[in-house]
Structures are given as C-alpha cells and as structure tokens.
C-alpha cells in the first residue's frame, strides 16, 4: 500500500505542478517513472501475472504492431499526414495506457485500494480546484457576456477545461455516493467543487454530470435527502444565483448554447458542440470519401489523423467512437468500442452498494465523454482514466 500511495501521489502532484520540460509535460515523465515503481511492486512482491493480464497483453500487442505495419507499408497509397516520421507520441501514449490499465487489474482486485485511489484523487482534484481559482480569479471574474468563449482561462496544465471538468464530476460523485454528506464541511466542498464546475463553463463537464445523477436516481434510488438538506440546497441555489459569474455563465455559456444562438458565421451545431462537428465531418471525409477501402477493414492506423488548426496539427477525432474507426478499422473499432461502452454502463453488481452507485454514474459521464472528447490520449487523464478504467473490467456479480 505504501508504495501504491507514493506512486499515485507522484502522479497526481505532477498533474497539479505540471509544466513542459522541452515539448514534454512533467505529468507525462512522471507517469512512466510511477507505472515503473507500480510495476515493480505488483509483479515482485504482491501479485502473479494472470491469464487475463497475459490474454489483454497479447491484444495490445497485436493492435500497436498491426497498426505500425500497416501505417509504414501503407504509407503511400492512404496519404498519411505523417509521411517522413512515425507518430511515436501518439504510440507513447497508447502503451502508458496498456501500463495503467495492467496495473489496475493488478491492485484493484483488493477493494482497500480501490478507495484509497478515489481518496487521493479526491483530495487532489480540491487542490487543482485552488489552482485553477488562483491563476484564474481575475479572468473568471471579469467575463464578458459577449466574449464569453475569448475571455474563458484555460487550465493547460491539466489538459483544459473538460478534463478539470472530468475530475470535479469524479469527486462530486465520490461525495454523494462513497463519501456521504453527514458532516457540514463536505457539504462545503461539494459547493466549492461544483462552483469551480460552472466557472470552467465545460458544458459536457455539467451537463453528462447532470444525465448520470438523474440516472443513478432512476437505478437505484440512492439519494433520499431530508427536507433540512433540501432547504439548504435551496438556499445555496438562491444565493448562487445572484452572484454575476453564475448568472453570465449559466444563460449564456450553458442555457444560451442551445436556445441563445444568433451568430451567423458559424453554424449551430458547430456552436453548440465547440466545432468538434468539423472535424467530425472531417473525419467522414478522410475515412469514406475515399477512391480505395482498405481502411474500412484495418483503419490508417494510430497516430495518423491530422487536423491543421491555427496553432498546429491536432491528432484527435475528439470523439472515441470515431478515432476507433479511423485507426483500427470498422470491424475491429466497433468492436472495441462496443465492448468498452458495455462495461461501462452495464458493469455487474458488486456486493458494495456505495461503490457500485459510484461507478455506475462515473460509467455514464465517461460513456458520455467519450462520444464528445478523445479522453484516453489526454497526457493528464491517461494514469487516471486508464486506473478507473480497469475497475468496469474488474467488476464481479458476487
């Protein structure tokens, strides 16, 4: 356990101090080193290699070296956006997520650390709250209702607004399902959490964190608040309402998107989902409009796909449904994808009530995400949502 923590805390400290050595975040470097000192402890001294580990091993395997092959044999005749050199970051990236998610399969089996990871996270996401406050009060506080998208702070250093916005919906779910709100000051920090949520204005962070309340409800009926907690919760609201950030942000960044639209250089739907619908179009372009298909049934492989913005080249789809597709292929991406959404909204029961309520509605916001967000290659999620991953696959009816 003690080794567990100091890794995770390493990971975690990094993603709060993280800054680019060169063209590389610290957050990354560290990851490596703490999947190094996990791997250690696992194999060595805790645990024996599995036939599940030695089963999803293979498959990695077979999906980077396919997926190189055919990138370098095929590199002609599908017109790569990465002809001189191979994309090695993206490839990088895929095999820390292999690490993570090996490494989950091989702590997480013992419940003990399953809570102490989402205690860590919990106490660090708060931390990352204070930050992302710190750097950007003056910014958060003087917005401009008419230059609400210009005039918004961006969080680079844990990766923007929606991965902030993924870690605060993780704690606000931890609070009310594991955590509890018996005691006055989480009520504290549950207010504080979901004010920072509403000042990083992600409306995919608000919104998936809403649908998976409201489902959590529907399942298991978990939330049975009394009417002191009711009545407090009421004048919470209230007073929220009259401060200028929550009234600006709320009817234009969140209710406006959908109701509020009257530019008329760009599209709706182009608004309402940040311009990833271009290149979601984009990407029907490249993998359809095609002369050849051979990529339907291999994919162009990882680290193919290009999007040229005014900063520099972008290597996401930002929907995972769809970055699947294009790099595996349709059989192989489908499958995949299918496969990872399952478990993730219909994982088995467990014999923990609290836990199976919380991963029931971090199973709904991740689903949802990741139709909108390319949230594996994420440099800062991959330790987290790789860990958090392994638990939909580790899930037993007992």
Sequence with gaps: MQIFNIANILIFTSILLNYKIGEIYLSYMVAYFSAGLLLINGFIVNTKITSKIYIYSLFFLHIIFTSLIIKVWYSDGLEFYFQETINWAIYSKAFLIFLFFILGLLYFRNQLFIFNYLNLL?????????????EGMTIITSTDIKNI?????????????????????????YILTIKGLQKK???FVLGFLMLTLIATQSRGGLYFLIISLVGLQIRYRFFKISAKYFLISLICIICLSFLPIFKDIIIERFWGAF?????????????????????????????????NTFQYYTGYGLGHYGWQNKYAIETSVHN????????????????????????LIFFKKTVNYKLNAFFSGLGMITFL??????????????????????????????
């Design 185 to 187: 000051n989480t009520w």
């Design 320 to 343: 995972t449904l769809l970055q699947f597709i294009y790099d595996f292929g349709l059989p192989l991406g489908l499958s995949i994808f299918l496969c990872l959404s399952w478990k």
């Design 369 to 398: 995400t990741l139709l909108v967000q390319d949230l594996f290659f994420i440099t800062q999620l991959i330790p987290v949502v790789s860990m958090l991953m392994t638990n939909f696959f580790q899930q037993k009816l007992k």
């Design 259 to 291: 109701f509020g639209f009257d530019r008329t250089d760009i599209s709706y739907m182009q608004f309402a989902t940040s311009g990833r619908t271009v290149q979601w179009l984009d990407f029907y372009v490249k993998f359809f409009l095609q002369d």
């Design 122 to 134: 919990y106490v660090f996401t708060i931390l990352f709250c204070l930050r992302f406050w710190l």
């Design 149 to 173: 998208d210009s005039l918004r702070y961006y969080p680079a250093w844990i990766g923007g607004w929606n991965t902030i916005s993924y870690f605060i919906s993780i704690s606000i779910l």
